[in-house]
C-alpha cells in the first residue's frame, strides 16, 4: 500500500515541500520511496519530523495521547520548544544569571520572587509572573498567569499561553516564525493581524549580543500584531491603568529628543547619526540591525519601544524598570538581576527621558504621576 501526503493548501506564509510518498512493505516496516528536498528543522525536512514527534506511545503512560499533545516527545509543545531553545536561549538557567540579551528578553524571569524596586518593595513583591509573558512549563517550573485569566486588553486564554501562540513551529517566511492572520494553536484565537516585519540578530551565532550597533531592527506591523491578543492597550481610553500612545509616527519634539539625548550625563550633545539604542528602538522601513541613527519623520513608536517580548527583570516586561527613580536603584530592593544602562553615571534616571523632555526632577518614577488612570501610586502590577 501507498500513501501520499495529500496536496491540500498550505498555511498562509508556508509552502509544501514535494508529495511524500512512503511504501509499506511488509507489517511495520517503513521506508521511503522519493526523496524529499533537504529543509531546515522546521521547515520539514527530512528526518526533521522525529525531532518533535513520535508514531506511538514510546512506552506506556510516558506521552498522553489524549488529543492535547500531537505525539510530541515532551510533556508540552512549550518544554518541547525549550529543550532546544532554553538555557543559553530564551530560558535561562537563573533569573539573576540570564544569557546575553538577544532582543526578545528571557523567561528566566518568571522564576523571581520579587521584582519590586519601589520603595517598600520587600514587603510588597511582585512576583515574576510579572516579568513578562507567562508560559506555562511544567519542566522549567512556570505557571499560567494567575492574576490574569485573559490577555490584559485582549481575550486570548492565559491558561494556554505558550511558545506556539506566538510561533508556528512548522515553520513560516515571518520575522522568527511568527504565526500571522488567521486562527492560531489549534482555534485558541484568531489573529486579525500578519506577523510584523523585522529582521533580528542571528540566534545561531553564540556570540551574538544585542548593543547600539547590533540590535533588532523593526520595520513594520509591530503594536497591530501583539493586538491580536492585547488590543490596542495603553491607547487613551483602553482601560488601562496607564495610558500612553502606542502607534503612530514620531513627532518632531520627540525626534530632536531622542536624537540629542545622550543620557543625563549629557543630555542634549547627541547627534542623530548616533543616537539608536536598543532599550528605546522605534520601528521604521529603513532600520537595520545595525543602524545608529535616531528616527525620521517616517518613523513610528510600538509597544516594544518599552517592553521586552518574552520577559524582563523589570515588572510588565520593561526594557527598563518602570518604578525606580534613578536606573541604579533596579535590583536593589528586590535583589532582582538589575538590568544594564545604556548610559554611564549612578544618577540616570528613566529612559522616558529619550524622547520626553523634563524640566523637573521630583525624585520618584516618572509613571507615579504621568500616565497614570487611577488613584493609586503607580499604575496595578498585579
Given at each position: 500500500m501507498t500513501l501520499i501526503r495529500p496536496e491540500s493548501s498550505p498555511r498562509p506564509g508556508t509552502t509544501w515541500m514535494r508529495p511524500i510518498v512512503i511504501a509499506l512493505v511488509g507489517v511495520g516496516s517503513l521506508c521511503a520511496a522519493e526523496p524529499v528536498t533537504a529543509a531546515p528543522v522546521h521547515g520539514g525536512g527530512v528526518g526533521s519530523c522525529g525531532l518533535c514527534h513520535i508514531m506511538h506511545d514510546a512506552a506506556a503512560g510516558e506521552i498522553a495521547l489524549d488529543g492535547t499533545r500531537p505525539l510530541l516527545v515532551a510533556a508540552s509543545a512549550t518544554d518541547l520548544c525549550l529543550t532546544c531553545h532554553g538555557n543559553n536561549g530564551v530560558f535561562g538557567l537563573a533569573p539573576t544569571l540570564p544569557p546575553a540579551e538577544r532582543g526578545a528578553g528571557n523567561f528566566t524571569w518568571l522564576l523571581e520572587d520579587?521584582?519590586?524596586?519601589?520603595?517598600?518593595?520587600a514587603a510588597a513583591p511582585i512576583r515574576g509572573q510579572a516579568a513578562g509573558h507567562s508560559i506555562a512549563s511544567p519542566a522549567r517550573g512556570t505557571n499560567a498567569d494567575t492574576r490574569w485569566d485573559h490577555a490584559p486588553g485582549g481575550t486570548f486564554p492565559s491558561a494556554l499561553l505558550g511558545c506556539?501562540?506566538?510561533?508556528?513551529?512548522?515553520?513560516?517566511?515571518?520575522?522568527?516564525?511568527?504565526?500571522?492572520?488567521?486562527?492560531?494553536?489549534?482555534?485558541?484565537?484568531?489573529?486579525?493581524?500578519?506577523?510584523?516585519?523585522?529582521?533580528?540578530?542571528?540566534?545561531?551565532?553564540?556570540?551574538?549580543?544585542?548593543?547600539?550597533?547590533?540590535?533588532t531592527a523593526y520595520r513594520s506591523g509591530m503594536t497591530q500584531w501583539c493586538a491580536n491578543c492585547h488590543g490596542f492597550y495603553h491607547d487613551e481610553g483602553s482601560g488601562a491603568a496607564f495610558e500612553h500612545p502606542v502607534d503612530g509616527n514620531l513627532d518632531g519634539d520627540v525626534r530632536e529628543r531622542y536624537n540629542?539625548?545622550?543620557?543625563?550625563?549629557?543630555?542634549?550633545?547627541?547627534?542623530?547619526?548616533?543616537?539608536?539604542?536598543?532599550?528605546?528602538?522605534?520601528?521604521?522601513?529603513?532600520?537595520?540591525?545595525?543602524?545608529?541613527?535616531?528616527p525620521t519623520s517616517s518613523d513610528r513608536i510600538m509597544c516594544l519601544t518599552c517592553h521586552r517580548v518574552h520577559g524582563s527583570s523589570a515588572p510588565a516586561s520593561g526594557r527598563w524598570d518602570f518604578r525606580v527613580y534613578r536606573l541604579a536603584d533596579d535590583g536593589v530592593v528586590s535583589g532582582s538581576y538589575p538590568l544594564p544602562s545604556p548610559y554611564p553615571g549612578v544618577g540616570q534616571g528613566q529612559l522616558c527621558k529619550k524622547c520626553h523632555a523634563v524640566s523637573h526632577e521630583e525624585g520618584r518614577a516618572c509613571v507615579s504621576c504621568h500616565g497614570r488612570t487611577g488613584a493609586s501610586p503607580f499604575p496595578a502590577i498585579r
Open positions: 520579587n521584582l519590586n524596586d519601589a520603595a517598600g518593595g506556539t501562540s506566538c510561533h508556528d513551529p512548522h515553520g513560516t517566511d515571518s520575522f522568527r516564525m511568527l504565526n500571522g492572520a488567521g486562527p492560531v494553536q489549534n482555534g485558541a484565537t484568531t489573529f486579525l493581524y500578519p506577523a510584523p516585519v523585522a529582521e533580528g540578530l542571528d540566534i545561531t551565532n553564540a556570540g551574538a549580543t544585542e548593543s547600539r550597533t547590533q540590535h540629542r539625548y545622550e543620557g543625563d550625563v549629557s543630555p542634549g550633545t547627541g547627534s542623530s547619526a548616533m543616537a539608536y539604542i536598543p532599550q528605546v528602538p522605534f520601528e521604521g522601513s529603513t532600520t537595520s540591525v545595525t543602524g545608529t541613527n535616531g
